[in-house]
């Protein structure tokens, strides 16, 4: 007998925890179904989770940027006020060609800015605590842990998960894996990365990003020092998709991430937070690791997933570079993913989930930049060179 509900999530990171939380608005027939122990244990757990604008001369998604961290800022003060610290960042720009580009940007800047230290301020800037976040997000779902999905199928109107579960309509929020699409069209590449907490005598207040990130300490009274975080680094490498935070236990267990890895990223982090600020009596207390999910165009992708065979079969000209209207496109019904946020994951997510949700539930139209459909769109017109 097949477990029913109205909806299913596979992915409990931040892109499924932003899901949950705004579908649970709509429906308590909910299941987010992670296979890690607990939420955010991919690259959800490893992010120094800050919320930093993006500076430049006017784009699209520098535009979807601005949007989402003001939407995401006022949403996380109002739903988890105790997990972000809205302390502001400085941004210091690492060399004279940086500092150029800056001044080049500052007609267009979207946030209020002064100078400060080395660099300028914003107080836009936040920090989030990752795990709590999610697990408030999630917290009035039906959570299924330590289960991996490795089949999905449609029968009749419903989405059969496993051969155990059922459900109206299926979202995908599986981050870096995308072993459940078998689409060609929908591709994401990992980006790994590693992000270190430290112990330190040095006190900080505000958040610092020039070629990492250095958060606002918190001083923990019991051991008299300073708790801080340094994020991240960036690694395009082939690996186990499967290796989680909780798994890797800091390495205490033999993984496929080297060790010798792990290592030469905390002195690099460790290097680079001190060109920022001088860190006094340095002792790295927790290392996190991840792959960050990476669109081709680097705009995250949301809605429905669309059928690329049945499309084909029905508009064989498609292949020949004809223009494609998004009506003519083919959904594989009620399957929807939301993931490519790249290494902005909680700066993106809520705003996208409630995109995807209010598509979801009242039709709303989803931005074309945003929308699963031009992935396809693509890779369609390029098949005809391929052919
Ligand atoms: C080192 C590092 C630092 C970062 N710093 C920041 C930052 O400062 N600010 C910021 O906004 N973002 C940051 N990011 C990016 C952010 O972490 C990601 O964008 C975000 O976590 C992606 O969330 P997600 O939910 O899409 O993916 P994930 O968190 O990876 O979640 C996907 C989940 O799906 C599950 N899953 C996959 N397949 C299956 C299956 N078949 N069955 C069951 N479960 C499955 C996985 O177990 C995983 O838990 C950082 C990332 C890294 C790695």
Redesign the pocket.
């Known amino acids: 007998m097949l477990k029913e509900y109205k909806y299913i999530i ?8 932003s899901t949950a939380y705004f579908l649970s608005k709509y429906s308590d027939s909910i299941l987010l ?4 122990c607990d939420l ?13 604008p993006l500076l430049g001369k006017p784009n699209k998604f520098k535009d979807l940027v601005t949007e989402a961290i003001k939407f995401s800022t006022k949403f996380y003060l109002e739903n988890t006020p105790k997990d972000i610290t809205n302390c502001g960042v400085v941004r210091i720009p690492k060399n004279q060609e940086d500092e150029d580009k800056f001044q080049s940007y500052k007609p267009y800047m979207d946030f209020e800015y002064e100078q400060m230290e080395s660099g300028y301020y914003f107080d836009i800037g936040s920090q989030v605590n ?1 795990y709590n976040i999610c697990k408030v997000l999630a917290k009035d779902v039906e959570k299924l842990f330590k ?4 089949n999905i199928e449609k029968k009749d109107d419903s989405w059969i998960v496993n051969n155990k579960f059922k459900a109206k309509n299926l979202i995908l ?5 995308i ?2 699409i078998d689409e060609d069209y929908f591709n994401i590449r990992a ?5 270190i907490d430290i112990y330190t005598s040095t006190k900080t207040t505000k958040n610092y990003h020039k070629e990492c ?1 250095l958060s606002h300490s918190t001083y923990i009274d019991e051991k008299n020092i300073n708790l801080t975080s340094i ?3 960036h690694h395009r490498i082939d690996e186990d ?2 290796i ?1 935070n909780h798994c890797l236990n800091s390495f205490k267990n033999e993984s496929s991430y080297s060790k010798q890895r792990a290592k030469e990223d905390c002195e690099k982090l460790i290097s680079l937070a001190n060109d920022i600020k001088v860190l006094e009596d340095v002792e790295v207390c927790d290392i ?6 990476s669109s081709l165009d680097y705009f995250p992708m949301i809605g429905q997933l669309i059928d690329s065979k049945t499309t084909i079969e029905k508009y064989p000209h498609l292949v020949n570079g004809s223009h494609v209207k998004d009506e003519m496109l083919i959904n594989f019904d009620n399957l929807y993913v ?2 490519g ?9 809520p705003y996208l989930a409630k995109n995807l949700v209010e598509n979801i539930i009242n039709k709303s139209e989803i931005k074309a930049e945003i929308k699963v459909h031009r992935m396809f769109k693509r890779w369609v017109k390029k098949s005809k060179i391929t052919k």
Request: contains cysteine.
């Open positions: 596979v992915g409990a990171g931040i892109a499924g925890c179904i992670d296979r890690n955010a244990q991919g690259a959800s757990g490893a992010a120094g989770a800050f919320l930093s990752s289960y991996e999905v490795t929020t599986t981050g870096a894996d072993s459940l980006v790994w990365g590693q992000k990130s994020g991240a680094t998709l499967k989680c996190k690791i991840g792959p960050r999910a939301l993931n946020v790249g290494g902005r994951g909680y700066v993106l997510s």
